[in-house]
């Protein structure tokens, strides 16, 4: 990774039961059209790293774009289509609850704010 | 202040200078405190083809003088326009700065966004500090206020007027854009995949040239000294 790469985090948090059915869903639905859009998956991490039952797991999934350039290129190909927003809503009974953040290496902050 | 802004999509065949000229001579034509009318420049998104913008010192004195205004930017080459009025910075005194800067800014940029209904006071809160904090960052933007809307018009029902003066247009589009408080803070409240999202309308981005200060109700901001490079 360079000094430039931005990292999108999702971090979702599912019910019980139910990560392993998210993780398919969001791997073969939602992964092709972001790497359409320009994202590259980076890895998707799941804790506690077992299939519990009654118990949640909590999903991160880390994509990457090079610079804020490559980052506004893919926001704005999702930003008007409703197909992203809809899959979010789709699979929504499945979750607790879920974040998006956006992080880059605390070496390159500096640079990123230098601009 | 009460403040006008019309972003006016003109039809394809229509005479842009002529119609510039139409709304340039009702707006001299008037008592306006200040008047902007501009053709937008490249690169605005969904920010129309004309920008006005007037001041009036009340509501009541631009109801008085509007009908000029009304009838020239209704005109037949006119298709659509995004409209708001709003008295500048309301709510709140601190909405509004203007940096300490020896060489003068000369692009305007004007956002016209929706807030949705659903947004809890706490969330509008959140959203509207880190809006403000933007300037903080970015030494670019000379002036910047943050309003809420008294009447609006258009594709939507606008909430918010985010204006700001940016030195040259390079730094809007470059430094503006690539700022990690942009992308990496505010931008969740208006991406359709984050949770926080509140702005969920397509907004109006739009930009022009400007002669002369255009935010001018404000005072200069207590920036710290980093803050003032």
Do not use: F, K, M
């Given at each position: 990774m360079s000094d430039s790469t931005i990292y999108i985090i999702d971090r979702i948090v599912l019910k019980p039961g139910h990560a392993r059915a998210f993780i398919d869903a969001y791997l073969s639905e939602y992964a092709p059209g972001a790497r359409e859009r320009?994202?590259?998956?980076?890895r998707v991490l799941v804790s506690p790293p077992a299939w519990i039952d009654a118990e949640s797991n909590v999903v991160t999934a880390t994509w990457t774009v090079e610079g804020p350039q490559q980052w506004w290129a893919a926001a704005v190909k999702g930003r008007h289509d409703p197909v992203y927003a809809q899959w979010w809503q789709s699979v929504s009974p499945m979750i607790v609850e879920r974040s998006r953040s956006m992080a880059a290496a605390a070496e390159a902050v500096e640079g990123l704010c230098h601009v | 202040m009460y403040k006008v802004t019309r972003l006016l999509h003109l039809d394809d065949t229509a005479d842009r200078a002529a119609v510039l000229r139409t709304i340039t001579a009702a707006a001299d034509s008037i008592p306006a405190r200040y008047t902007l009318v501009a053709p937008t420049l490249p690169g605005?998104?969904?920010?129309?083809d004309l920008l006005v913008h007037l001041q009036f010192e009340s509501e009541s004195e631009w109801s008085r003088w509007r009908a000029p205004i009304d009838a020239a930017t209704s005109?037949?080459?006119?298709h659509h326009v995004d409209a708001a009025e709003y008295r500048g910075?309301?709510?709140?005194?601190?909405r509004a700065g203007r940096r300490n800067s020896s060489s003068p800014a000369s692009v305007y940029r004007t956002l016209l966004l929706r807030v949705d209904d659903s947004a809890s006071p706490a969330e509008l809160g959140r959203f509207e500090h880190a809006m403000l904090q933007m300037p903080v960052h970015l030494p670019g933007i000379r002036a910047w206020q943050l309003s809420r809307v008294a009447h609006a018009s258009g594709t939507s029902a606008w909430t918010h007027v985010w204006e700001q003066e940016f030195a040259d247009l390079d730094t809007l589009l470059g430094p503006y854009m690539n700022h990690p408080v942009h992308w990496?803070?505010?931008d969740r409240w208006f991406d359709?995949?984050?949770?926080?999202?509140?702005?969920k309308d397509r907004v109006c981005h739009s930009f022009c040239a400007m002669?002369?200060?255009?935010?001018?109700?404000?005072?200069?901001?207590?920036?710290s000294a980093a803050e003032e490079r």
């Open positions: 320009g994202l590259t998956l980076d | 605005a998104r969904n920010g129309g005109g037949s080459s006119v910075g309301s709510p709140g005194q601190d990496g803070h505010v359709p995949e984050c949770p926080e999202q509140l702005v002669s002369a200060p255009v935010i001018t109700d404000t005072t200069p901001a207590a920036l």
